[in-house]
């Protein structure tokens, strides 16, 4: 199978069905927010609105925005879903 790369983790999502809350889709709404559990280097690197809507502290554990992330490789990753509300 041909690596899946170039799409956001919300893109991935709703190509494969699986539910995952989001709104925005411009990275400000923080609906789409999930924690990388493994895989963050075959991510792209936080952009500017995650930098802005997402806490130091919450970067660092791995917090991203799917609207923003971006595979760039392959390679497994696993992402959950986690938005604050
Ligand atoms: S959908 Fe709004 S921040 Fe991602």
Redesign the pocket.
């Known amino acids: 199978m041909e690596p899946e790369t170039g799409f956001t983790i919300?893109d991935m999502a709703l190509k494969h069905g699986v539910e995952w809350g989001?709104?925005?889709?411009?990275?400000?709404?923080?609906?789409?927010r999930c924690q990388v559990v493994e895989g963050a280097e075959h991510l792209s690197a936080p952009t500017d609105?995650e930098l802005d809507?997402l806490g130091d502290e919450e970067i660092e554990e791995g917090f991203r925005?799917?609207?923003?992330a971006t595979v760039r490789s392959a390679g497994a990753v696993t992402i959950v879903h986690k938005p604050y509300f």
């Open positions: 919300v989001f709104s925005c889709l411009r990275g400000t709404c923080s609906r789409c609105e809507n925005l799917g609207c923003q």
